[in-house]
């Protein structure tokens, strides 16, 4: 029952989250000054091909009733019209959202390995000086934003060191008619292992500029916790029955410093999609960041509004499964 209540305060919160998103992105991008209409047409435009595309795209009708309008065809599944493409905005959005997901995930994936092993390394040695060159390493790693680690990469293993890919996601000569836009998962399932080396050559540097700064953030929250678990009766216990340190810290604290972790790696998760927009437009990623940057230069409002919206489904959706995943995994929140 206390999983069930917390689900459904969590899903009327998730919905007025996304009712108030819906609201100011929709309203705050017509404040900016600039005509959309008059960005699409070409120079010799008259006044009234203006008039026409303006009433076209419903541009004409006051604020008010621009947000009625779209609102009920989002309810409906339908999120207009994209002005520079002329394509729905759904499939625009949900075509993009693949390649953004993947790149995340690996991302997320690469940090939390190496965020966990820096934390268990550091706490194998801690008081030495290889706690000492982890937290070096972290601090360094948090001092430089996922851009500029991108251009580093790009320098060194584009440029200087040419082994990997540093645009695109997938080498043209190799793209298979996809059924799906996962591309990574899809060439796997395959067997077509020479297309998922190259798909992972693409996503790799990518990955690796969003996941720095993130396997930093992990790697110090959970050597914290770690540390402090490792002070606890049950740890101490455990020693005392003749167990090594590195059981004692794999199987008697690890399990119980991770749980802050977890509720962390969700939350930063959902910023680390949110960093992928900068990211994709440095490595000519074709994921929705960089459709987004498009959508913004072109003030293609019906697509901004479509990918601000799928944007902050994510983030409250992801939030949602953090929170019952840690309700579930603790039992005092578990048993009320």
Known sequence: MQLLRTFLMRLATTAVTLAGVAIIVFFVIRVVPGNPIAMMLPPGATEADVARLTALYGLDKSIPSQFLIWVQ??????????????????????????????????????????????????????????????????????????FLWGLILILLFGVLWPVFHISGRVTPSLELPFTTGFYLFESLARLRFDLWLDIVSHM????????????????????????????????????????GENHVILREALPNAVLPTLTLVGVQFTF????????????????????????????????IQ????????????????????YAALNPRLRHG
């Open 272 to 303: 680390l999609i949110g960093g992928t927009v900068i990211i994709e437009r440095l490595f000519s990623y074709e994921g929705l960041g960089n459709l987004a940057i498009d959508a913004v230069i072109n003030r293609d409002l019906p697509l």
């Open 73 to 146: 065809g989002v309810l409906g599944g339908d999120f207009g019209t994209s002005i520079t493409t002329r394509q729905p905005v759904l499939d625009l959005v949900l075509g993009r959202l693949p390649a953004t997901l993947e790149l995340s995930i690996m991302a997320l994936v690469i940090a939390v390995i190496l965020g966990g092993a820096a934390a268990l390394i550091g706490t194998r040695g801690r008081g030495t000086r290889r706690e000492g060159a982890i937290d070096v390493a972290n601090g360094m790693a948090l001092s430089v934003p996922d």
């Open 204 to 243: 790799l540097l990518p990955a690796l500029a969003l996941c720095i700064p993130l396997a930093a953030i992990i790697g110090q929250l959970l050597k914290q916790s770690l540390k402090e678990t490792m002070h606890l009766d049950y740890v101490t216990l455990s020693r005392t029955k003749g167990y």
């Open 306 to 325: 479509g990918i601000v919206l799928l944007f902050a489904a994510i983030f409250t959706g992801v939030n949602l499964l953090v929170d019952l995943t």
